[in-house]
Each structure stands twice: as structure tokens, then as C-alpha cells.
């Protein structure tokens, strides 16, 4: 069984950078398609970045030039380094390990991390 445990949240001033990182066990990372998102409570989880296995990325528009998903398929590693952090980016981050489908990333239902808090404060 795939196991997901992301790390590397905390307390942020706006303008400031973090970086997390998504560790996967019990299975072979390279095969998965990953994806972070972020959700605050009462609003739906959103999809922030996915890379493929093959390593095409996307990212949503709120993010774009500030965020940077990658992966180290040696140690089994996807990372979201992120910069100019505003507050607006605050919320429980999450990493989903997914499927590729027609080139692009497919999420799974059932293989989740246990999220990370960011909170951008000054």
C-alpha cells in the first residue's frame, strides 16, 4: 500500500519562501503522476501543481512564476518549492500520487498524504 508524508510547512511572512517535499513508500515512485494541493476548511482541495512521470508540469494560474514542482524518482521525492508567498496562499497542502492520462496528470482517489500547514503572516 502507498504511503504519502509531506513536510517542510510552517510560518511565513508575505513575500517569503518554502519549500515542501512528499515522500512515497510501499510502492515504485516513478510510475506515479503527482500532485499538490491545498485546501482551507469549508472550500474544496484545489489543485496547485502535478508533474508527470515523464516530468511535464502544470500549475494553476494563481501560482504560476512562483511555484516549482519537481521530483527525485531516487528518493522517491516530489517537491513544490515556493516563492512570494502571499497570504492568500495559506491552506493544508496536500500531495496525491496519480496517473497519467493522455499526457497530462490524473489524480487517485485514495493515495494521500496526511497534508501539511502553510501559513503566510506577518
Known amino acids: 500500500q502507498v504511503r504519502l508524508v509531506e513536510s517542510g510547512g510552517g510560518l511565513v511572512q508575505p513575500g517569503g519562501s518554502l519549500t515542501l517535499s512528499c515522500v512515497v513508500s510501499g510502492s515504485i515512485f516513478s510510475v506515479y503522476s503527482m500532485g499538490w494541493y491545498r485546501q482551507n476548511p469549508g472550500k474544496q482541495r484545489e489543485l496547485v501543481a502535478a508533474i508527470t512521470r515523464r516530468g511535464s508540469t502544470e500549475y494553476a494560474d494563481s501560482v504560476k512564476g512562483r511555484f516549482t514542482i519537481s521530483r527525485d524518482n531516487a528518493k522517491s521525492t516530489v517537491y513544490l518549492q515556493m516563492n512570494s508567498l502571499k497570504a492568500e496562499d495559506t491552506a493544508v497542502y496536500y500531495c496525491?500520487?496519480?496517473?497519467?492520462?493522455?499526457?497530462?496528470?490524473?489524480?487517485?482517489?485514495?493515495?494521500w498524504g496526511q497534508g501539511t500547514q502553510v501559513t503566510v503572516s506577518s
Open positions: 496525491n500520487a496519480g496517473q497519467e492520462y493522455n499526457g497530462g496528470y490524473y489524480p487517485s482517489n485514495d493515495n
